[in-house]
């Protein structure tokens, strides 16, 4: 039943959580005990605590779904909203949810009006699916995108920012800046404000990607720069997967839609948002219960302490013990909690340099080898991303590092 699911996600007693980080807090989460987890930032964990009020509110849903749908769950919804917005620094009328930072991006594509001629500046750190996602919004409107690489090394943000609206300003038309606050497979952190500031000036609309930033950094959304911006929540915050957020400026939300059109179309966008039919809410109203976790913990602050130096750590050692390099950014640049080194996958190795020699080394290291990490692709070369959380120690890295030089052994 609901309920022995709900006992079974109850952790033994919530002061457990108040035990120093590391591996005794991974009895807090469901992972697999014989598992080495270092890929946090694919999918995230939720903790037993999250899991437990998600069960309860199921629960209480399918018990009255009647009283659910028409009275319970909007105050409840708008708890959370109050909740997310205190977190990430945003005037809860200028926020929605929706299920991930993908579906987002695409609301905002989507809700766009373009012209034959406008183009949307990415990169090629951009996350696969929002890429395709512009391709889509700009080929039904006869419009075009600029790809910009990022040149490596990153000396400075200032750098960074010249290469961007350099991009802009050799290439007519851009209308809209689509690029990340924390890129996906490089775990480089763009200078956000510095952006919005220059492209502004340039009469260009910023969408930020920030899937990873919640919880990784502090967020102040409102005084951000950006137009629209879009994050994970299942990340970094610990919520359930199915938890994103969509921030929209005073300016644009009366031109924002959500992909589906529902009964509370040609009402305010909170309202639009909200009414999606007979949809799951739950893992939006569990973003109370997820930032209590987070903030148990010790906040960011605690979580960064224990995270910055295990990772830190942990890539000088994979570097030397591969022979290798870690990715030529400045640390300001860094994500707080990956890192990204090159994979110097030898040339007699049974994984090729390709994109898909990766992946079947990924693949490897889970099914085989139960290590579960992230190989990726960019400037023609695969690098390990690795990620850290509170559960992670020494132990974790020095199995990866074992694995690793066993695998190119073969």
Known sequence: SLLQEREKFTPPMEKSIKRELGKEIKKEFLLEDETVFVNHGSYGAVPRVVQAERVALLEKMDRHPDRWFRNDVRPLYDEAVKELSHFVGAAPENLV?????????????????????????????????????????VKRAGAGTVVMDISLPVHSEDSFVEQVVETCKTNAGIRLAMLDHISSPSAIVFPVSKL???????????????????????????????????????????????????????????????????HS???????????????DHTPYLCVKAALKFYNDLGGHEAILGHIQPLLDWAQDMLSKAMDTTKLPVPHS???????????????????????QGGINLMKDLYTNHKVVVAVVAFSNQPWLRISANVYNCKEDYLSLRDTLIMCFKQ
């Not at 492209?199 to 910023?206: D, E, Q, S």
């Not at 179309?265 to 949809?279: A, R």
């Open 265 to 279: 179309y040609k009402m305010d966008m909170v309202e639009q948002f909200f009414m999606q039919g007979t949809i």
């Open 333 to 355: 640049m860094q994500a707080p909690f990956m890192r990204v080194i090159r994979l110097p996958i030898p040339e007699h190795s049974v994984y090729s340099m390709t994109r």
């Open 196 to 262: 919005a500031k220059e492209l502004h000036k340039l009469g260009i609309l910023l969408l930020v990607d920030g899937a990873h930033a919640p919880g990784q950094i502090v967020l102040d959304i409102e005084n951000l720069g950006a137009d629209f911006y879009v994050a994970n929540l299942h990340k970094w915050c610990y919520a359930p997967r199915g938890c994103a957020f969509l921030w929209v400026a005073p300016s644009h939300r009366d031109s924002m839609e959500p992909l589906v059109t529902s």
């Open 97 to 137: 949810f929706v299920t991930n930072a993908t579906a987002g991006i695409n609301t905002v594509l989507k809700s766009l009006h373009l012209e034959p001629g406008d183009k949307i500046l990415m990169t090629k750190h951009t996350y696969q699916a929002c890429a395709f996602a512009a391709e889509s919004a």
